[in-house]
């Protein structure tokens, strides 16, 4: 069973920085794709940023481009999520999820960064996210 855990969430303010985390219990991340999606109570499940674990193709939605940054420590098997200039519409339930590039993709777990398909295979149980103003 894949078990992804998150860390790294918290409270700032705006124009601030955090950086998740994102780690595997019992599996190596190898060739996939990682994605960072965030979720709010008011908003259905969005997509944040993607990265291909084995190379280095990177996927960003535009309203947190220049923003922040997704990046991996092959080493210690984790993804991360550089979060800078942090706005309050930032706020919200950040998941890390195993993807798969999926053309064509319909269903829930499916999402578009950057105009490229992905289908979701695993999700972490997330990490909150909070920027006041």
């Known amino acids: 069973q894949v078990q992804l855990v998150e860390s790294g969430g918290g409270s700032v303010q705006a124009g ?15 060739n996939d794709y990682v994605g960072w999606f965030r979720q709010t109570p008011e908003k259905k499940r969005e997509a944040v940023a993607a990265k291909n674990f084995g190379g280095i193709s ?6 947190v481009k220049g923003r922040f940054t997704i990046s991996q420590d092959n080493a210690k098997n984790t993804v991360y999520l550089q979060m800078d200039s942090l706005e309050p519409e930032d706020s ?3 998941y890390c999820a195993i993807i ?3 053309l064509g993709c319909t269903g829930g777990d499916c999402f578009k960064i950057d105009q490229t398909w992905f289908r979701v295979k695993y999700w972490g149980q997330g990490t909150q996210v909070t920027v006041s103003s």
């Open 16 to 30: 601030g920085s955090l950086r998740l985390s994102c780690g595997a219990s019992g599996y190596t991340f190898g």
């Open 58 to 63: 990177t996927f960003y939605i535009d309203s």
């Open 92 to 94: 919200a339930m950040y």
């Open 100 to 102: 798969a590039r999926n």
